[in-house]
């Protein structure tokens, strides 16, 4: 949705609110498509003395898996955005600057990447996930499996070679 700025640079005070279900299902990132819920944007564009303005929020439902036991996980990502409206072709563009490049801007392209920046490399299904058993693949979160203890330490094993083999001298 595009909304056209010559409405609001002509007046001193006005603003045109939005609200935009967008759909990022075909957005890839990190190799994988997160986006498979519909994204939530509203707020409003709005021009005072000349300067305009993009205030509102951004939000949907990031797909992702946790980072240790592989869990599918469901993460509220959400982000809030204002941002000055620019029309300097030269201005820096930052996260509280957006060049526009021509008479009109769709609220997306100013809020998906605030709302990009919101994710993180990598989340867990909780604080101390035990993740998964690097022998056997158990989650241990479920699961006790006993593969930590049948791993015999070689160091061990030879001193246990040791301690048989002197048992069987004494007998
Ligand atoms: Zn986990
Ligand atoms: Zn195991």
Redesign the pocket.
């Known amino acids: 949705m595009k909304i056209d700025l010559k409405k609001l640079t002509a007046s001193q005070h006005a603003s045109i609110p939005f609200s935009e279900t967008i759909d990022l299902r075909e957005e890839t990132l990190y190799g994988v498509k997160p986006f498979q819920s519909p994204v939530q944007m509203s707020g409003e564009v709005s021009g005072e003395s000349g300067i305009l303005r993009l205030k509102g929020t951004i939000k949907t439902i990031y797909s992702t898996a946790?980072a240790?036991?592989l869990?599918p996980l469901q993460v509220l990502l959400t982000a809030e955005v204002d941002t000055v409206l620019s029309d300097d072709p030269d201005a820096e563009e930052e996260d509280d600057l957006f060049v526009l490049t021509g008479d009109s801007v769709d609220p997306a392209d100013v809020m998906v990447p605030a709302l990009i920046l919101q994710v993180q490399m990598t989340y867990?299904?909780?604080e101390d996930?035990k993740?998964l058993c690097p022998h056997c693949g158990a989650d241990r979160?479920e699961v006790d499996c006993d593969c930590e203890s049948k791993q015999i330490d070689p160091r061990f094993a030879a001193l246990r070679a040791l301690l048989d083999s002197g048992e069987d001298e004494r007998n």
């Open positions: 946790c240790r036991c869990k867990l299904c909780k996930c993740g979160n």
